[in-house]
């Protein structure tokens, strides 16, 4: 079964109401595109509502999104569970994204460094660093390899919150975000 509203149903003229989760929606992407998660939290909330839905499924890739809308479903009691699907990748690890195909090939490869990054910093937690500080700069440091890419944020943060920590414990986010040419990309992984 397939549920499909009109942008009309979801958007009737004259539409005053939105939903805003104070704080988180700052956070990492919404410091970088301010009200966007408030058009995506309001989105999901009316879906949630018609739908009723016993599991809603979204992408760890969009990790921000996801701390936003647990927050939402939880401080309005919604009976959906959110369910975090895993990062789907390309062969050559760059994480899949609709806007991926906006990259030149030589942007393509450029790109892989944010997947780059996340790997590293995998390793790094993975021998034993737990220094928010020096997993950010080890990234910072892969990054300036590849001078093309403008970096918009590189954070170790709470995944419940998105607020910086200082020492990555299980279930710490490290999350990046990335200009190459005119296509912003993110990736992330979940440490410990």
């Known amino acids: 079964m397939v549920f ?56 760890q890739k969009d990790a921000a999104q996801v701390a936003v809308l647990r927050r939402m479903v939880a401080d309005l009691r919604f009976a959906t ?3 975090v699907c895993p990062i789907v990748r ?14 030149s090939a030589k942007e393509h490869a450029q ?26 700069e080890a990234a910072r440091k892969l990054f300036a390899a590849e001078p093309s890419v403008r970096v918009d944020y590189i954070e170790v943060v709470d995944w419940a919150t998105l607020l910086p920590v200082e020492v990555a414990t299980p279930g710490t986010l490290f999350a990046v975000a990335a200009w190459v040419g005119v296509t ?9």
């Open 4 to 59: 499909a509203p009109a942008v009309e149903e979801l958007y009737p003229p004259g539409a005053a109401t939105f939903v805003e989760v104070a704080g988180l929606s700052d956070r990492l992407d919404g410091a970088s595109r301010p009200g966007h998660f408030c058009g995506v939290a309001t989105v999901v909330a009316k879906l949630l509502i018609a739908a009723e839905p016993d599991r809603a499924f979204f992408g």
């Open 90 to 103: 390309e062969a050559d690890g760059l994480a899949l994204s609709s806007r991926n195909v906006y990259l």
């Open 111 to 136: 790109a892989l460094v944010l997947s780059r990054a996340i790997r590293l910093v995998e390793g790094l937690v993975a021998e034993g660093e737990r220094r928010g500080g020096v997993l950010i």
């Open 184 to 192: 912003r990309l993110i990736d992330n992984a979940i440490l410990g």
């Open 81 to 83: 569970e959110i369910v």
